[in-house]
């Protein structure tokens, strides 16, 4: 059969054949990848040899490659180049892929195998990556419930299908709460400080539900803006009163389901031998430990609560000489006050910014910073073909001219993507003996497509964006290494945006930006002063935002660590002595936290200042040495870029940095002391 997908990538640098993939293809692709897939891992089961870490661990690393052509693929398609047949596809196979998932996890002979190599473990000798593969090949078995009694892999299963029942459930009624408030307006004096788009999506959000007026909602596009911009403190207050209560009591009630979805996570985790979840979660992170992670919020908490406390002081004295009556900063009025400060002292004027940010220029310099610093060279290949005539393909070139990679950037929004900004692999690094396959690397964002007479440009913030997309690119393109699942990006995930974000500080530098940035029109370069504006801006209420930020790590530690009797109750003890602006009786955090209770960040949450601290002392290092250093650069690509996960990630940054993560370093970005 003549299918593209299962015939092996022929083309230049093992390019994906997109222009000869058709929508036929894909299931009789995946289910043929399947079937030999499933063939290999009995293969690996049955071998009549004994178990050893090449023909078990290594062989089960690799099989399973045709599945991952395929699926690198299709998935990635389904976000960036989507239709509803696709969409069809993919709930087709959403079972059956399951159902090969499990196959694999629950095969016995295959895990006996792999759990003979892991008890010689100490016996063997096995390079570092090897090691690790290993543990983890063993862990991911023991994770799934492995080594439990048939009577405990029914229990298991029970809790598990139970669990993921509820949160469901929970993230529908957030959804339901959401959604079922409204503030409906009828009076034009009601708008007072709405900008002109705010009441358009008002106007517009009302003719919807066939009403005259106005009509706002909680959903983020209504409700951050209304709280930040609308002149009437008690409009404010019912939208933020409403929006701090979603799912506490009523018909989308939340409040029984934090309880028994937390309880849930502690018997499956304590079935599985873990004292408790944060345990079970935090065994494959950086930080390893809840003690380590209590550390670091901690040690952020410390400086920043006074710090967050003097701003808002600050604020409400900025407030009352501007007529506000109140003694303290309510909730609902902090956004207001903050955002007149905000524009009265660094209006940024985005349009003011933008003819600075021409695309074009902005590609030509985040691919220059990367040749500056690595040493590596991006040549166009206009005749691989791309997945939509605005994808553009380039051959990743080191600086000794061998192929690193191909990086596919795909930069405009259409209908057939979804929104955001993403990095992603169609294929990830694989190397079998001399047989090296190189990443194919892909970065997708929604910038402002060109129009008549004027070229895309970008906002600070979409710089921003593309500097952090490029920058897992980058820990991608970059990868060495043989194992796929422990090379380039697929590292923990407290550790993954170290990359990324450390990238984004260039952004904020005026020597890289007066290097590009030069008036569409004029020519005239960014004026020297902006870079500083931007500092300014960027650490604007930092010590008020990093607080929220670890108040809301505390409150997901607590409720992955300890027992509780009642929502209220265990806010108030996680969270008592961490207020910065008054507790409002009524209003409610967990109940509509649908990061940890349905989003896949329980005991991760900590997770995003985690990574903060990470970028900011990795990059103290560059600022020590020079932004543009090339040995710097180069220790951070050997050390960090080049190695994906294959030692602990712990002992891979102490080797680039010279010592743990500084908390300190964050502090310092932020200007918080
Ligand atoms: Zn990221």
Redesign the pocket.
Known sequence: MDNPLLSGFTLPFGAPPFDRIRLGHYLPAFRAAMDAGRAEIDAIADNPDAPDFANTVEALEFAGSALERVSGVFFNLLEAESTPQMQQIAEELSPELTAYEMYISHHERLFARVRAVWEQRDTLTLDPDQRKLLEESYRGFVRSGALLSPGQKREYGRLEEELSLLELQYGRHVLDATNAWTLELDDEAQLEGLPAYLRELGAQTAREKGRNGWVFDLSHPSYVPFLQYSAHSGLRERMWRAYNSRALGGAFDNSALCLRIAGLRQRIARLLGYPDWTAYQLEERMARNVGNVRRLLDALMAPSLPAARREVAALLDYARARGYDGTSMQPWDFSYWSERYRSEHFALCEEELKPYFRLEDCIEAVFGLATRLYGIRFIPHPELPGYHPDVRVYAVEDADGSHLALLYADFFPRSSKRGGAWMTNFRELARRGALEERPLVSIVTNFTKPGPGTPSLLTHDELTTFL?EFG?ALHGMLAQGRYPSLTGTNVARDFV?LP?QLMENWAYEPAWLQSFARHWQSGEPIPAALGERLVAARNFHAAYFQVRQLRFGLLDLAWHTRGAESVTELEQAALADCSVLPDIPGSCISTAFSHIFSGGYSAGYYSYKWAEVLEADAFARFREEGIFNRETAASFRKNILERGSSEDEAVLYRRFRGHEPDPQALLRKLEIC
């Open positions: 952090h897992h945006e990324s």
